[in-house]
């Protein structure tokens, strides 16, 4: 996949498991932790519009509709709706999907407000730029979308730096993701053929994965997670390791369960 099907010019999309300790003592997802997903995409799609730092001035409108349980999927969706001079707007989805049924339940929606700060404001005139007349969808038509998530600094290493452990669970939870929903089966992870980084992910850049189901067996799925970081100031995005990661599909007793694999 080349840098061109990486052009993200529209919504912003960030994907997430509901494990136990984001839950609730309900077994759904913890209303703060929900928000807190919302306020990351928002962050993310302001900075992408903008190249500038932003911090969240307010939301409103939040309503929940339908819960996230444990074991879904959760995606997140956020696009810019408003700009002014020196704040815009973000409106965020949050989607549940069964990863098992494929069934998607909308959860929540609402909008964040986000205000510019910083140098870089200034050095690009103190305003930011308008919201465009026409939107595009991310260049890839595919079923493999690009997941994201925002590098905080208890994500690094002492070097500053993304830890290459965390980049590994996030690929290892992009290939989980991709997997589920190719066979739409309980799926575990098998093992690893190869991982490469090519380059480094400082705090505050943005990590993409890229994951994309490459090869089938009984059982089994070869899946291709590749790895990108993305510098919100510049614009710029560059790929920074790869990956194949072995999925298997496996029944309640956690046995090898055959389906009809097609990639």
Not at 1 to 23: E, K, N, Q, Y
Not at 70 to 95: A, Q, T
Not at 217 to 238: K, P
Request: proline share 5%.
């Amino acid at each position: 996949m080349s840098p061109d099907h990486l052009v993200f010019s529209g919504p912003t999309r960030l994907a997430d498991i509901v494990f136990p300790g984001d839950a609730n003592h309900h077994g759904t997802l913890f209303g703060g932790t929900g928000l807190a997903h919302m306020d990351k995409v928002a962050f993310i799609a302001a900075s992408r519009h903008g190249h500038v730092d932003f911090v969240t001035a307010s939301c409103e409108r939040i309503d929940f509709n339908a819960p996230a349980k444990i074991g879904d999927i959760v995606e997140l969706v956020g696009s810019v709706v408003r700009v002014g001079r020196k704040s815009l707007s973000v409106e965020v989805d949050m989607i549940a999907e069964g990863p098992l049924s494929g069934e998607r339940r909308h959860c929540s929606r609402g909008v964040f407000n986000m205000v510019a700060i910083g140098s870089h404001l200034k050095a690009r005139g103190g305003t930011l730029p308008p919201l465009p007349d026409a939107v595009t969808c991310i260049k890839d038509p595919d079923t493999h979308p690009a997941m994201v998530e925002i590098v905080f600094p208890e994500k690094t290493s002492h070097y500053g730096s993304l830890y290459g452990g965390n980049a590994l669970a996030a690929m290892g939870k992009a290939a989980f993701i991709a997997a589920s929903r190719h066979c739409r089966k309980t799926v575990v992870m098998a093992g690893s053929t190869r991982v490469d980084f090519t380059s480094h992910i400082q705090s505050g850049e943005v990590v993409i994965t890229v994951p994309r189901v490459i090869a089938t067996g009984r059982s089994s799925m070869r899946v291709e997670v590749q790895l990108w970081a993305e510098n919100l100031h510049a614009d710029e995005r560059r790929q920074c390791g790869a990956g194949e990661f072995i999925m298997v599909a496996i029944d309640e007793d956690h046995r090898p369960l055959s389906f009809n694999g097609v990639v």
